[in-house]
């Protein structure tokens, strides 16, 4: 629970609550936001306040803690570090900071030196502890936060791998050295500190909780350092609860007033994909799901969800078929048996979905992209659930670009298609033209299973056949899709891999 009163604030990822969304700043605005602070504040105030602040969650985290390493960078984070070293040996703790080799530090940096000495803090130019940590000891990232704009080099380096190669539990301020603040991607990708807790300070950073972000970050606290970030000036959101977005469902209501689905997809081999996205549909609440397989020797009935209402390809080509008024999910195992029925879909579906095999053809077929264009203007809502390497096909980019720069990716994609996109991944990114980008918290590597992006499409269009936004529904299920997840993993011995049919067992729960 998010709560100004608290000194720091956890964010479990899993958890639902009232407050749907935080801020996130980039490093501009945290810089100005810092700027405009000091201007109202003594001196070397708020990095004192860093300090204390680290030095207190150091203090709950590793209350047992024999000894203290701190690697401090050259600039403010470097002088968070010592801010918390003054603090930490005081209370008693044997402090040590291996201080960066370089020019000399800023003001405050400097006067947070000299604090650390007065306090009887050993300081050191090694880029090692004086001693091995273990895991009873504590070591705290001070290198670089949110001002590394190039891989970690030399004596830097050095105190990473140290970070990394110890024992010792470790802490970072504000940000994991090597992480980009903003999408998350890693300078390097052998040079990034593997945190086990994150401090962010002052403002959350979007880079924490996206592609590499969460996995390095490990769990991330906050302190806002008594100063008021104003949410306008984010650039984007964390997505926390999306609780309030769930259709209400009223006793005078029949089955019409849930809207219908129709599934696309399941080419020769890949039938289950687009069964996996009926079956969704149908436990998110849709009101009829219409499932249309590409491979024409499908079964005609699943045993297991009669209520599911298998249709022939011809349906999708016969006018009076009312599609205008459906959600189409489409390109779940659509290999390439479902370009040749993209135009029709495109140009009739009232709110289409596209997925996998869909995607990737409208990436490679000019005369699909012009169709796909055209929807906007005609009123018709799109809504795109690619992973990465689609996104990737879409924007005419390698993956590892995508990769590095998640938040814009979404971003093109939502602005050259005028529609909701859902990137996939690590912290998926929800964009839309006009509206806030937002990263969602929920969701876990259990998720790394075949056909649970087909679940997520099909529970997002039953979602959506319902009445809400595709904003909304690409919310609502990005994020209970998640959330499902993280509550499974809560009640297994060992978390493994969870199965997309169990995936939905789950959601129907």
């Not at 080799?101 to 300081?123: E, F, K, M, N």
């Not at 994909?273 to 009926?278: G, I, N, Y």
């Not at 390497?389 to 995508?402: D, I, N, Y």
Request: aromatic letters at 4%; hydrophobic letters at 50%.
């Amino acid at each position: 629970m998010i709560d100004a009163a608290m000194p720091w604030a956890v964010l479990d990822d899993g958890s639902q609550r009232e407050v749907e969304r935080l801020p996130l700043f980039g490093v501009a605005a945290t810089r100005e936001l810092e700027t405009e602070a000091a201007c109202t504040l003594p001196p070397h105030t708020l990095m004192q306040r860093a300090g204390g602040s680290v030095a207190r969650l150091a203090l709950a985290l590793a209350p047992h803690a024999r000894r203290i390493w701190i690697a401090a960078g050259p600039g403010n984070n470097g002088g968070d570090g010592l801010e918390a070293a003054a603090w930490l040996q005081r209370a008693g703790k044997q402090v040590t900071v291996g201080w960066a080799p370089s020019a000399p530090p800023p003001a405050d940096a400097a006067a947070a030196g000299a604090r650390a000495r007065a306090a009887g803090v050993t300081l050191v130019e090694s880029s090692t502890p004086p001693a091995p940590l273990g895991p009873d000891d504590l070591a705290i990232d001070a290198l670089f936060g949110i001002g590394l704009t190039r891989a970690p080099a030399g004596w830097a380096l050095a105190a990473l791998r140290s970070l990394n190669d110890g024992l010792a539990p470790v802490l970072s301020i504000d940000l994991p050295s090597g992480l980009d603040a903003k999408q998350g991607s890693l300078l390097d990708e052998n040079a990034a500190v593997q945190a086990c807790w994150t401090l962010s300070l002052l403002t959350l950073k979007p880079g924490l909780f996206t592609a590499q972000g969460r996995d390095h970050a490990g769990q991330v606290w906050f302190h806002d350092l008594g100063v008021h970030a104003d949410a306008t000036r984010a650039s984007a959101g964390l997505l926390t609860g999306a609780r309030a977005l769930w259709p209400a469902r009223r006793h005078a209501q029949h089955k019409g007033s849930f809207g219908d689905v129709w599934v696309v997809g399941g080419a020769a081999g890949m039938a289950g994909a687009a069964l996996l996205a009926a079956r969704a549909a149908l436990a998110a609440g849709a009101g009829r799901v219409h499932l249309v397989p590409l491979e024409p020797q499908s079964p005609a009935l699943d045993p297991m969800h009669p209520e599911l209402m298998h249709r022939r390809l011809a349906a999708l080509h016969d006018a009076r078929t009312p599609l205008e008024n459906a959600t189409v999910v489409c390109g779940c195992g659509g290999g390439d048996a479902v370009r040749e029925h993209l135009p029709g879909l495109i140009a009739r579906a009232g709110r289409l979905l596209l997925d996998a095999d869909a995607l990737n053809s409208v990436a490679t077929d000019p005369s699909l992209a012009r169709l796909l264009d055209m929807r906007a203007g005609r009123g018709r809502a799109t809504l795109l659930t690619p992973h990465p390497l689609e996104a990737a096909r879409l924007l005419g980019l390698q993956t590892a670009a995508v990769q590095s720069a998640r938040l814009s990716a979404a971003d093109r994609l939502a602005q050259r298609w005028h529609a909701t996109v859902v990137l996939k991944g690590s912290g998926s990114v929800i964009a839309a033209p006009g509206e806030t980008t937002l990263i969602n918290a929920s969701g876990n590597a259990s998720l790394a299973t075949a056909g649970t992006g087909d679940v997520l499409a099909g529970w997002i269009g039953g979602l959506w056949a319902q009445g809400l936004s595709a904003r909304n529904a690409a919310l609502l299920g990005t994020h209970t899709h998640g959330a499902v997840a993280d509550a499974w993993c809560t009640r297994q011995a060992h978390p493994g891999p969870l199965a997309a049919s169990a995936l939905i067992a789950q959601l129907r729960r």
